[in-house]
Each structure stands twice: as structure tokens, then as C-alpha cells.
């Protein structure tokens, strides 16, 4: 059976590695904190200015003053340092951040990636996106292998506006783990109960397949 | 010491002009200012260019000047939460351009540090890249990229002195800082001032010398937009 979002999380958070500096996009991405492997210690940055982000508050604990880049009230860890933006993208721009993990509505055989505006629908901007694609070096897609009306999201060429250009690495779905290897996707793991035909069908852009594709250890 | 303070929002506002270009920190509405804003709305300067992450929500942070149509333009990384932004841009009576997070926080921080321009690997190969010199360092394309200029930035800190020193609190900091260094003329508001001497210089955020007017602010609302919780205990 193909994963839920949560489990395309999961199978992400085993990207973590002990002392990673990370940053999480909207949606998926932000569940892949609700899965950190035991043993490691990771911190989470979010780009309006915190290093160290913990969880949702308790009623009680809702501060106003401390939000993440979703507009979403959280806390923060012992240890935890705010800073302003500038500085904020001088970790991401400088490489200081280890893994950056964002949601995508195409992505191309090349590690080009759209996320960010559709033409004709209000457009909210790019945020901090382009700025994470353009300089982060671990940048991993986490998504629906198909948009709602069961297109391939992994494209050849994408069709919408650019986010950034030959920046993602690796694109986690509900179907498959692939890297993105020499213009096209490297098929790595399959999602439980899910066929290499499957994934095949789903992918638009050429896929590649190297021997015995493994099933994904969750 | 230089006298920076003033009674309060309206004064602050003195020298206001329509078509002017304005900064104005926060993130969402964490750490906007305010009492500016509302000030500025009763001024009735219409005309305004806006330098701010964010575009308010309907009723509330800039949604308030977009309401009484003073802005011309807005500058901003990300405008999602606003109806009234939608239907302004849609009808065209609102100008938009949208830059990348961390191109708008440099463009800040360069015009308050008198660097004219920067490159920056942000955007390229996107629209945004569009008509811009582009330039290769180690093996990597980048864009050039302009300093703002602002005729004032309204920001808004936790605590301040006399003296202009700002503190900031939690994720409240945000573009606050680096607008505070580009405006020509810095008002910052403040929830708590006190006389020079009261905040240890070690822990200043912002030094005086880059805000030219201060005022304590009145009835903060820090209205919260996503009030996201988890059960006690």
C-alpha cells in the first residue's frame, strides 16, 4: 500500500543524522519532526529566526512572540538561540544548515524544482524557498508521487514557474525513495506492497533501475 | 545624549509624504508595529510602497492600509493570508512584487550597511533572475541583487532605552533589525522604554545610533495567526 504523508515523514526522518541542523518546509515536512530516530540528536531552524524550535505550546505556554515560519505558535528547546532574518539566511545561503526538507508540485529528472506559484491562481510568493534550493546541498522532496488528478509530479521538464534550478538530490513520495542522478530519477526503495510498475507509471521523467530495489525500512 | 524620544505614535509619524517608501518589520504579525501602522492610517498618506515580509490579514498589520487603499505597492516574500490583498492585486489597483525571504532580509541589511549591491545564488534560473547580471563564483551561478531604499522604517521591539538601544523578543526579532539600519529615518516602537543606563549594553540587539525616533507603544494586540497547541501534560 502506498505511504500516507506521515509515512513518507517517516521514511525522511531516517535521513537525520546525530547533530544535524535542519530545516522543515510547510506541510509533509513538518511532520518529519514527529519521527526523529532515538539515539540522535538533531536541531530544527525555522527561517523567521530560531535554532532549537520544540513543540506546539500548551495552552498556558502560547507566546505570541514565538512562532514558526508557518505563523504557528511553538516553544523552544534548552539551548535553543533566536536571531534576525538576515542572519537566518546567512546559515541557510552559508551552508550551516545540514538538511532542508520542502513539499514540491513537480519536480524534473534534472533536480529542477516548482513549488511556489501556478499561473492564473493567486500567487503567495516564494518565501524562503528559493533561497533554501539555491544554496542547501541536501535538499530532499517530500511528496504525493501524483497531483490530484493522478498526474506525475516527477516530470521530465517541470511545467510551472522554477523555484530553483538542478538543486534536489532526493524525492521521498508515497510510492518510492529515488535520487536524482545524471538527469534522471535512481529508483532506491519502494513503499510497501507498492511494484516497480507502479512507480514506473507514476513517473513521467525517466527512471532508472539499478538490480534488487529494496522495500522501504520504516 | 541625542533626544530620540517622542510622546508618541502620531508624532512619530512627522514628515510623512504620499508616495514615500516605507519599511515596516514582522514576520506574519509577530513583531509589527503596531502603533505605527495605526498612526500612519490616520495620517491619510496615500501612494505608499511597502518593504515587509508579509501583507497583514484582512483586518489587522497592513491589511489596515490596504483597506484605505494608501498602499501603492507592496514588497514581499510571501502575501497568503489576505482576501482584501487578493482582490486589490487581482483588480490591479495594487502593484506586487514578490522576492525570495532571505534576498528581501540582504536587500535590508545592505542598504542600512552601505553595500550598493551583492549577488546571491537565490533565484536563479527563476523569474525572479529575470533582466538581472548574473555572474558565476566557485562554480556556481549567482544574481546581482540592489540595496533598498526606504524613506522611513516603522519596527517594533520589547524593550528600549533613551539611548535608541532595542532589545527584541523570541521570533518577534525577525526583519526588525535590518530595516531599523536602512531606514533615513527609523521610528521604533517600543512595549516597555526606559531611561539610558536601564538595559545592559551587552544584550542590546539594535544600537541607538540606528533609530532616530522612539516612543513606547499602547495596547499591544499580538494577535496570533496559526494558534497551534498540544495537550498539557
Request: aromatic share 6%; charged share 20%; glycine share 12%.
Amino acid at each position: 500500500m502506498p505511504l500516507d504523508k506521515n509515512g513518507i515523514a517517516q521514511r525522511i526522518a531516517k535521513e537525520l543524522e546525530d547533530g544535524y541542523y535542519v530545516n522543515l518546509g510547510i506541510g509533509i515536512p513538518t511532520l518529519v519532526a514527529n519521527y526523529i530516530p532515538e539515539g540522535i540528536s538533531v536541531e530544527f531552524q525555522s527561517e523567521n529566526g530560531i535554532l532549537g524550535m520544540g513543540p506546539f505550546p500548551t495552552e498556558a505556554e502560547v507566546d505570541a512572540d514565538l512562532i514558526n515560519a508557518g505563523k504557528q505558535t511553538i516553544t523552544s528547546l534548552p539551548g535553543a538561540a533566536f536571531f534576525d532574518s538576515a542572519n537566518s539566511f546567512a546559515m541557510i545561503r552559508g551552508q550551516h544548515v545540514d538538511m532542508t526538507v520542502l513539499g514540491a508540485m513537480e519536480v524534473s529528472e534534472q533536480g529542477d524544482i516548482a513549488n511556489w506559484k501556478i499561473p492564473g491562481k493567486m500567487v503567495k510568493g516564494m518565501g524562503g524557498a528559493m533561497d533554501l534550493v539555491a544554496s542547501a546541498d541536501n535538499i530532499i522532496v517530500a511528496m504525493m508521487h501524483t497531483n490530484r488528478e493522478g498526474e506525475s509530479k516527477l516530470l521530465k521538464k517541470c511545467t510551472l514557474p522554477l523555484t530553483g534550478v538542478r538543486c534536489v538530490k532526493k524525492v521521498v513520495t508515497n510510492l518510492a525513495v529515488m535520487d536524482i542522478r545524471d538527469g534522471a530519477f535512481v529508483l532506491r526503495e519502494l513503499a510497501p506492497g507498492v511494484s516497480i510498475e507502479d512507480v514506473q507509471q507514476a513517473t513521467e521523467g525517466t527512471l532508472v533501475i539499478e538490480g534488487d530495489v529494496p522495500v522501504m525500512d520504516l | 545624549m541625542i533626544r530620540k524620544v517622542v510622546k508618541d505614535a502620531e508624532t512619530a509619524v512627522t514628515g510623512l509624504k504620499d508616495n514615500m517608501t516605507l519599511m515596516l518589520g514582522g514576520f506574519g504579525l509577530c513583531g509589527i508595529p503596531e502603533n505605527s501602522i495605526a498612526a500612519i492610517r490616520e495620517t491619510g498618506v496615500k501612494g505608499l510602497t511597502c518593504i515587509s515580509n508579509n501583507a497583514g490579514v484582512d483586518d489587522f498589520g497592513l491589511g489596515l492600509l490596504l483597506q484605505t487603499q494608501q498602499i501603492k505597492k507592496m514588497i514581499s516574500s510571501y502575501v497568503g493570508e489576505n482576501d482584501l490583498f487578493e482582490k486589490l492585486m487581482l483588480s490591479g489597483e495594487l502593484e506586487v512584487e514578490l522576492i525570495p525571504q532571505g534576498t528581501l532580509a540582504e536587500r535590508c541589511r545592505a542598504a542600512g550597511a552601505g553595500i550598493p549591491a551583492f549577488y546571491t545564488p537565490a533565484g536563479y534560473g527563476t523569474e525572479v533572475a529575470l533582466g538581472k547580471e548574473v555572474r558565476w563564483f566557485k562554480g556556481k551561478p549567482h544574481i546581482l541583487e540592489h540595496a533598498f531604499e526606504a524613506d522611513f522604517a516603522f519596527v517594533k521591539a520589547w524593550k528600549g532605552d533613551e539611548a535608541g538601544n532595542l532589545i527584541f523578543k523570541g521570533t518577534a526579532r525577525n526583519f526588525n533589525p535590518m530595516m531599523a539600519m536602512a531606514g533615513k529615518i527609523t521610528v521604533a516602537e517600543v512595549e516597555e522604554l526606559v531611561p539610558a543606563g536601564e538595559l545592559d549594553p551587552n544584550f542590546i540587539h539594535t544600537p541607538g545610533i540606528f533609530v532616530q525616533r522612539i516612543f513606547e507603544g499602547k495596547a499591544y494586540e499580538k494577535r496570533i495567526e496559526q494558534r497551534t497547541v498540544r495537550q498539557a501534560g
